[in-house]
C-alpha cells in the first residue's frame, strides 16, 4: 500500500484544481544590475520600515523610484495613472 500512495503522490486528486501560473500584469523586466536606481528603492524600503509597512506614506519615493526605471529603461515607459498615481 505504501508503494501505491508514493506512486500516486504527484499525480492530481479527482476533484482538485490544476495550477495555472500566468505571466504578471505588466510584464516582466530587466533587473537594476548596475544600480542605476538603487538609492530611490534604498529610499522606498527605509520609507517603508520607519512607517510600518504603510505604502501611502511612502507614495512619492515609490513614483520617484518607477520614474528611475522608466528613465534608464528598466521598465517599459507608463503614464503614472496607469501605475496607481493620480494627477496632482
Do not use: I, W
Amino acid at each position: 500500500k505504501l508503494c501505491v500512495a508514493l506512486a500516486n503522490m504527484g499525480l492530481p486528486q479527482a476533484g482538485t484544481k490544476q495550477f495555472q501560473a500566468k505571466p504578471p500584469d505588466k510584464g516582466s523586466f530587466p533587473l537594476d544590475h548596475d544600480g542605476e536606481c538603487k538609492a530611490q528603492f534604498q529610499a522606498y524600503m527605509k520609507c517603508l520600515k520607519v512607517n510600518e509597512q504603510n505604502g501611502r506614506k511612502c507614495r512619492d519615493l515609490s513614483k520617484a523610484y518607477l520614474a528611475c526605471r522608466m528613465d534608464s529603461e528598466l521598465m517599459a515607459k507608463e503614464k503614472m495613472e496607469h501605475l496607481g498615481f493620480k494627477n496632482k
